[in-house]
């Protein structure tokens, strides 16, 4: 049998590990989850430092190439096998939008959106208290990005237009933990942005990367019991 040419390391838990996971999801992409573990120090391994000197995952093999960063990953699938979904209907204009809601993503939703999860679901998993004082201030800030948000989805059915985007799929791993927490009424109360993020989370690439993410915390809890 043929090697698979496509491998990813990290830990499927990772959001970021999940948006390299969901752009070869969504791009029909063979590819093989190298499974790590953080709590035994993979990522700090000098062969794993070869290919990230951050110590961060994921990675992407892809050949001879070899990337880290997941929205620089997201893109170089995307770019190598399902371009539409970085440039919309081609035009220079639709491409741009598709550029400008990726930079929202990046430093206006993801912030927020990161801060929240940590405080809420990463920090009590890891046996600390979470800070109430950030949770609420983060949650302030994102009612903010949202209500942008709600305008922009009730005017298109996308971030970036009529068709679905990388704009769009970026902003799944982080919501989808986020979706986890008491504050999804953020989320659902909001019409526009409720029926975007329905639809996002039904899509098969993105129930395949939870399938991923779910059996690995799985898999974590039990290793967890097995210790004590």
């Known amino acids: 049998m043929a090697q698979t040419a496509v491998k990813v390391y990290g830990w499927a838990v990772s959001p970021f590990v999940a948006r390299a996971l969901l752009c070869l999801e969504e791009a029909g992409v063979d ?22 000197p951050f110590a961060q995952v994921p990675v992407l093999e892809d050949g001879d190439l ?3 960063e997941s929205r620089a990953i997201a893109r170089h ?35 927020p959106t990161g801060a929240i999860m940590v405080q809420c679901i990463l920090t009590p ?23 942008v948000y709600e305008a922009r989805l009730s ?5 970036a237009g009529e068709s679905l985007t990388l704009a769009d799929l970026s902003h799944f791993p ?24 329905d639809e996002l989370n039904a899509r098969p ?6 399938e991923h993410a779910v059996n690995a915390a799985k898999l974590w809890s039990q290793e967890k019991a097995e210790q004590q």
Request: charged share 25%.
């Open 125 to 147: 998993l890891l046996g600390g208290v979470r800070d109430q004082a950030v949770v609420d201030e983060n949650v302030a800030k994102l009612k903010k990005v949202l209500a």
């Open 155 to 159: 005017a298109s059915r996308y971030l």
């Open 174 to 197: 982080m919501t989808r933990y986020f979706m986890d927490t008491e504050y999804a009424a953020l989320v659902e109360e909001l019409p526009h942005v409720k029926a975007w993020w």
């Open 66 to 68: 070899t990337l880290f």
């Open 77 to 111: 699938v995307l770019r190598k096998h399902k371009p539409e979904l970085l440039v919309a209907d081609g035009s220079p204009e639709a491409a741009a939008m598709v550029d400008v809601w990726l930079e929202v993503e990046a430093h206006q939703h993801h912030p």
């Open 31 to 52: 590819y093989e989850l190298v499974p790590m573990s953080r709590e035994a120090g993979d990522h700090i391994r000098p062969d794993f430092l070869a290919r990230n």
């Open 205 to 210: 690439a993105a129930r395949k990367v939870t």
